[in-house]
């Protein structure tokens, strides 16, 4: 294994922190902006310079500070971060350029606020996806937590501080209360948290103290909305659109994702998890939340909590990918990180779009939208075509590597999951669609005559609804990336 | 001249003590100047000192120049030197801070407020770098009667808590005095060095058993350790502002040392945590410390009351961090005080500015802060996410130490407690977030409308200093490996595992 | 022949240290604790230790006991225990 | 209370019942503790320092240090109290009582005005039971100079007898507390002053640690009186001496001051005006 | 039962520390009066430095001043049993300054709680906090 010493890491993590100053002391609202779009292009094209030679089988190291004995902030860019690094810095341009129009299309107050913390959220996502230990993942995740409760309760008022009273309470009392022990409880084990291949704990612990820190870690990440410590993410919609885009499909939740598959491979390895005979319990708690959720996501009328649902679900495809413990399941997990974020972002930026023209927030109000709104709502169909798993859209490839994951790994009962559930994806997506383009429009639900959103917030979703089509066909780089990463994981 | 550091750090600010009093008598003017540059004198030897720790070792200083145990010695080692700067970063940054403050309330009384101010920094600095049981005493009955006039100079209830404050601590100083004595009448010596070669051969006695409970009691009320807590609350948020920014995290913390000192140094470990086996019920009342410490925090609608109840439970994690008896925990718990006093200092001092702009000290009064005062509450921020533990500001870190230091002992009760109040924590501080950020989009356009936009910020030369101790907390973060590794390693014993 | 005289100051002490406690009227605590002061200081004096006992005559019996009149004087003689 | 009060000294009885058992016996010569450092100023003292009586030698110059803080404990009490206590009043618009001390007649004026001050016949006063008495007065101006006096001695003679700078300061504090509280504390400022007094308490500690100071800046270590030889032309034995007899002095001057400022507060609760 | 008497007896002057620091500390906690208070701290104190100056004492030993010291007859030898030890003398000069530093600052905060109160009593003081 090749590993090469650079700052690249670090400055990619600080890009978006240096330029909050330049954003936050900005006087008008285009130099603003300006800065918010040359730091997320910077910070991509930064994270993507990197990328040929993760391609090539090589590891980025940069060991920033030695904060404890034998523990430093320290970054390490491989397969799988790349892989996430590379989703988030894309996606922020992109949700850069949304955010201008949505937050410009409802006049929204503390813009500056609004930019500045998005910025300090992506530094901390980068941060996390590039960190070489639990440590310095376990500072970024709280930094995330911390950075996006502002966003979450951007509108100021009692709903949205009841939301971010929870919004916190599950993120970070689940990470002081139930990661930092189960962190500690591991470093006093191994008197290590750097993330290797195949796990630090094996055979320093009993099977009883795996299993108990094992949940400890999935619980704990409770971004990742694993049931019972979902209900946080359904109330964080109240967050202004883009906020809800980035951060609660794309950002937050898939960093406590990949936080879970980062500590499931890179700390407990999968051949110990083998061992122990971990992964049914694992797998229980993923299907439960798959199911549940698309369940949950069946019977509500706001499209913003029907989404937020939706994605309670698909998280805990990932998990499940990873829980598989076999490499084509692993394969499967991380790239539906990849699939789930472009396909999930165009949802929400939709259902934004949807807002901005209409103002209409329930599915109920949306009969016959689709035809004021035909852009919006074809990406809406491409989304949901994604989300379910559907050929045309990316999202098939990467349930199809779950499936055959879950065959690999004779877990029949998963494949029935896997299946089922996207048998609900569909009856809770397509009668949306339905009710757009073929129920006729009732007149008196529109005052006004309603025509596409801005152009700033359609350009936006109709770009990652082609995305999300192209990557049917061409998946690269992330389906290479995931290999790379899921056949060192899992020593094959 | 270097050789006299470990002397001049305490002379700077008692001669200067008296040279600011004459001063003012001249010119009220003058007093805070010459308080100034006493305390950045004495702050530059502090670090001096420190520098020449951990360069050569340990520095003695022997006053009179009587060799130990005939005359008084001051021995200098990593842990003294450490929270020797801690002190004086903490007493000068916060002069500088409250200039303003200290102008607007005592304005005809500069110059004996300065003068105590400066003798309790004196009093507290000795008591750090004293290598002499006795010295020890008096200087902290110095630190202690400038304190309590300190504490007692306010409206209100002040004097009533000040007066029960001296009389917790007198009971608390007399205590450790009679232990003292104890020690003497088996002994003969009053000198630390001299005490912990003489007492191995005395453990079984029961006069030496009783001098350590004895000691342990006295400074546990000082200190303000759980069941002897009553008087820490009362007196810490009654004082007024300036004071119990500087009181606040000071002096527990410098309790804290004194108990340190005395277990690791006088009775060496193998007496207090072997033979005494006081370590499990030590740990359980800063179990119990920090769980009532966090439960009243809850408990009360009132800035500073909150901040001085998490006080209380502060002291648990360090008394319960070095009753764990392993390197972990008695590394968390020295680097905990360093990380305390900083803490204490920003979120007293962001505290104090926020009380004398909006004028009152009532959680709910501070509505729309977030506008009003952007960079105090930032700084509040800051010191609040510290004291919940979030990296990397340094309270994690100490957190992590302590709670290694509970794992590797066993203690599992000890880590359920610190993240327990690290919740509570979390909910302290976000109950006033909340107000800050929320309120003024509800019904207070009214009739506070105009009171609250009357509020601005703090003066600059308070915001400077706000900054730089949250830039401190980052910074102590940080590098807390390399203190770690570089001075607290070298602070504790070898035979400590 | 000290030895009694010794045990007899020791009884006075605690005799007016009692007192001074116990007596309804601030005034006469103050009196009583600088006789008790005073005691102290006999007691002091016997066992050789005659700075102490000289000092505690000037300051506790002397000083105090004045400190303590003037401050009842500012305040109060009125006490309920 | 009375509950909790008894448990709690029973517990603290108890655990110094505990130790005492344990005790050598009360006056043995061969205690532990009289076999260790004490002896060593016992044989020392005299030609270390040249002082006999061992006390002060400890005192001032083995744990001179001490006595250093112990005197700034007593100032900072000084200063604590007119800290807690003064009031300052900028100007006084109350009425003003008179007496004229001959017929014991009573003149009250109005809104601040006031009679000259130094008048041997009139005495301001503050409340109208105050009697006069002539024999208290003179009796005390008698005492005073003697008390003083003798206050200086055992100042100066702390070296041989039992006293010292402390003793003596308290003691002539109390000659100066005595006249105020014969006279009143407006006639007692004539003789000292607030400012005064405050000055000469800092002054006090200021010689002590100034002391100390020059010590070192002649190259020795803190309050090493045997460098201030060159100083006061003997050696160093006796150098110790006289740097000893200097730091009483001081310790003298500041006590006496406090002592005096702290009545001057408790009595008239910070007003500072006609006491006690 | 004769022993434990004798032990009792040689010990006496320990056994009355320790009951004056009971009282004093049962004034300090007991009573409500501040004033009264303040007199059993200082009870207290006073009860340690007895308890030092019982350390330092010797039966039958002379005051610790050097006999003849002044008469410069050269260094006929001390013997150090012959004088009672005078470093716990010395402490106990340091402990009477603090103990009456403590209470002049404790009879200020009495006079400035009576100024605000009216009142001595613990428990009308209290009363009158309720009251604002």
Redesign the interface.
Known sequence: MDTLISVKPLIAVLVSLLAIPLIGFSRSPNVREGWTFLAAVIKFALVASMLPAVLHGKEIICQVVEVLPGLSLAFRVDAFGMLFALVASFLWIITSAYSIGYMRGLDEHAQTRYFCFFAVSLSAAIGVAFSANLLTMYLFYEMLSLATYPLVTHHQDEEARTSGRKYLLYTVGASIGLVLPAMLVTYHFTGNLDFSPQGVLAGTASRGTVALLLFMFVFGFAKAAVMPLHSWLPAAMVAPTPVSALLHAVAVVKVGVFSIVRVITGIFGTDMLQAFDLSTPLLFVASTTILVGSFIALSQDNLKRMLAFSTIAQLSYIVLGAAMLSPKGVTGGMVHIAMHAFGKITLFFCAGAIFVATGKKNISEMTGIGRRMPVTMTAFFIGALSIIGMPPCGGFLSKWTLVLGALEADQIAILAVLLFSSLLNAAYFMPVVYRAFFCPPEDALFEARVQEAPLFCVVPLAITAVISLVLLVYPQPFMQLAVMSAAKVTGL | MSAHFPGLVIIIPLVAAFLILIGALLDRRLAFPLTALALLGSLLTAIGLLGKVIQTGVVEYHLAGWAPPVGIAYRVDHLNALVLVAVATVAFVNLMGTRELVKGLFEDRLGPFYTLYILLIAGLQGIVVTGDAFNLYVLLEIAALTGYALVGMSEGRAPLSSLNYIFIGTVGASLYLLGVGYLYLVTGTLNMADLAVRLPALYPSKVVVSAFVICLVGLCIKMGFFPMHAWLPNAYSHAPDPVSSLVAPLVTKVMIYVMIRMMLFVFTPAFAFDQMAISEPMVWLAIAAIVAGSFMALSTRRLKRMLTYIIVAEVGYMVGGFWLGNRLGISGAILHIVNDAIMTLCVFLSAAAIISKVGSDAIDDMQGLFKKMPVTMGVFVVAGLSIIGVPPTCGFFSKWYLISGAVAAGQYGFMAALLLSSLINLVLFFRIFEIAYFEPFHDHHGDHGHFVSAVQEAPFEMLVTLVVTAVLLFALGIYAGDIVSQIIDHAIPVGIT | MIWPVDLIIMVLVMICGIGAIMVRDLLGAGILFGAYSFMMCLLWAIMGAVDVAFTEASVGAGVSTVFLVAAVFRTSRRTKD | MRFLALITILMVGGLLFYGTPDFPAWGDPESPASLHVSPYYIEHAVEDTAVPNIVTAVLADYRGYDTMFETAVIFSAGIACLFLLRIYRRKSTTTRLYRHNLTGITLRIAKGGKLPEGSAEFERIDSLWVPYDMIIKVTSRLVVPFVQLFALYVIAHGHHSPGGGFQGGVIFGAAIILYAISNDLRRAFRRLNEKAALLASAAGVLLYAGTGLMCLLLGGNFLDYSKLADLLYTDAIMARSHGILIVEIGVGLAVMAVMVSLYYNLSSAGRHDEGL | MESLLA?FL???????Y?????????????????????????????A????????????????????H??EDTG?HA????D???????????????????????????????????G???EDE?AMR?EEQ
């Open positions: 032990n040689a010990k006496y002057n320990y056994w009355a320790i009951g004056l620091v009971m009282i004093g500390m049962y004034a300090m906690i007991a009573k409500r009066n501040l004033v009264k208070k303040i007199i059993g701290m200082n009870i207290v104190q006073t340690v430095i007895l308890f030092y100056v019982s350390i330092a004492a010797k039966k039958g030993k002379t005051i610790p001043i050097i006999a010291g002044h260094h001390v013997q150090a049993l004088y009672i030890s005078p470093l716990p003398h010395v402490l106990m000069l340091t402990a009477i300054v603090v103990s009456v530093a403590t209470l002049g600052v404790a009879l200020a905060l009495a006079i400035k709680v009576y100024r605000q109160y009142t001595l009593e003081i906090i």
